[in-house]
């Protein structure tokens, strides 16, 4: 089986599905991540700024030392959940495409996705929405789910949105690939929406091709 391909901004690598068995302890159970303690607990005080606005939008950077990054992890997967699961409940008020909560998921689902894959903490990324969300007896994330270094925003959707029922398992894959798209096009969080739907959300869906950019993006348009 090839390795699997980390994903970069204006590489258009094939996305190769991997199944990796997790290491498993002496009660048949994968690894946990132990909750940290410190710096930490202060934040669950209130003293750390949040993450996520009303909105749902990402409003800062991810914290850059271990225990502020797993925090934010954490107020993503909790609060993100809440908010989303009002947003998304319907029916949905009458809104501009850029402000639709579907729309808005996506940004903030984007901005993450990035930051994780700039970083390289995808595998990271994985293990903690296994482990901080997962029911062992009914997991979240489905075993044939996308190898998180090929497709971070497939897990960021877990992360934000993995228990909302309003928004389906084949939305948010669908999605997730639209976001790969628009990364390896380096398309900023503030334009992506508008980028997948003048490509067409179709277009930006669908499986990769032969690795080659479209005709549009070597194009060197000049004014003339």
């Known amino acids: 089986m090839r390795p699997s391909k980390r994903i970069r901004p204006g590489q258009r690598a094939k996305i190769v599905v991997r199944k990796r068995p997790p290491k498993q302890n002496a009660h048949g159970q994968g690894p946990r991540i132990t909750a940290l303690r410190g710096p930490l607990q202060r934040h669950r005080h209130g003293q750390g700024p949040d ?18 990054f797993i925090w ?41 996705g990035q930051q994780i894959a700039d970083r390289q903490e995808e595998a990271f990324l994985a293990e903690f929405v296994q482990n901080y969300m997962s029911d062992w007896k009914n997991p979240l994330v489905r075993k044939s789910a996308p190898h998180p270094e090929e497709n971070p925003f497939f897990w960021c959707y877990h992360l934000l949105a993995g228990g909302c029922p309003h928004i389906s398992r084949d939305q948010r894959s669908k999605s997730a690939r639209q976001l790969v798209y628009a990364y390896r096009h380096n398309i900023p969080t503030e334009l992506v929406i508008g980028f997948i739907m003048q490509c067409k959300h179709t277009e930006a869906s669908r499986g990769p091709d032969d690795g080659l950019r479209e005709s549009w993006f070597l194009t060197d348009h000049q004014i003339t």
Do not use: T
């Open 51 to 68: 993450i996520l606005n009303h909105r749902g939008e990402v409003v800062r950077e991810l914290g850059e030392r271990k225990h502020d």
């Open 72 to 112: 934010d992890l954490e107020q993503l997967a909790e609060k993100g959940g809440k908010i989303f699961d009002k947003l998304l409940k319907p029916p949905a008020l009458e809104q501009p495409p850029f402000w639709k909560p579907a729309n808005v998921l996506k940004r903030s689902v984007y901005r993450i």
